[in-house]
């Protein structure tokens, strides 16, 4: 089963919802959750368990779960007024995945009475996801053996149990994209945001290319 990353998909009463992300249990390389949002919705995507995908068809994955059950789903993001060297805290069980800075410090050319140059604090957004898991999106850096960069993520291939059987890499330019399914065994790390290969780059680009995952961008 393919999961296209920030691609439709659609709950079991047919409303339909985008795959914005997945969050993946880095020791045992098995997808526990889908991150889902509605659409136009982005700031109420929630927390969905891999076990809620019903089926694929036509490249679209359905979910069991209908908009009702769907809401009692926990929300993934929240946003905090952190100082700028200060760590977000969250509750047990729980831990931070991708983040997203909202407002940068304010600087003044003017000193305040209270002789600070600038407000020290910035808005984050970030997710939660559960603990000893990582967060994945499409744009996540797909790094070489050697560090350097291979390309993105662009998908998921996964077996009946939510098991990574291969992680599919966008390789490539604007004019000469390509996708390449590189198998679990040739991945060396999932951590957040990004994903490890055993491989050189000519070992990448010696594996066969694979159709695009559903999309029709270059």
Known sequence: MQLKLDTQLRLADGAECRLRDVVVDPTRKTVTHLVVCPVHREHQSRLVPIGDIASEAEGVLRLTCDRAEFDHYPYVESTSFVGIDEPITVEDG???GIERVLTLPG????????????DSFVEVAY???????????????????????????????????????????????????????IPIGAIKRIGLDEVSLRLTKDEVDALPHVPALGRDEP
């Open 94 to 96: 729980w831990e931070i």
């Open 107 to 118: 600087f003044s050319s003017e000193l305040p009475e209270s002789g600070l140059p600038f």
């Open 127 to 181: 997710d939660m996801i559960p603990e000893h898991t990582v967060e994945i999106r499409r744009e996540s850096v797909v790094h070489l053996a050697d560090g350097d960069r291979a390309g993105h993520v662009e998908g998921f291939v996964i077996d009946g149990k939510g098991a990574v059987t291969h992680v599919v890499l966008r390789r490539g330019h604007l004019w000469g994209k390509r996708d390449i399914a």
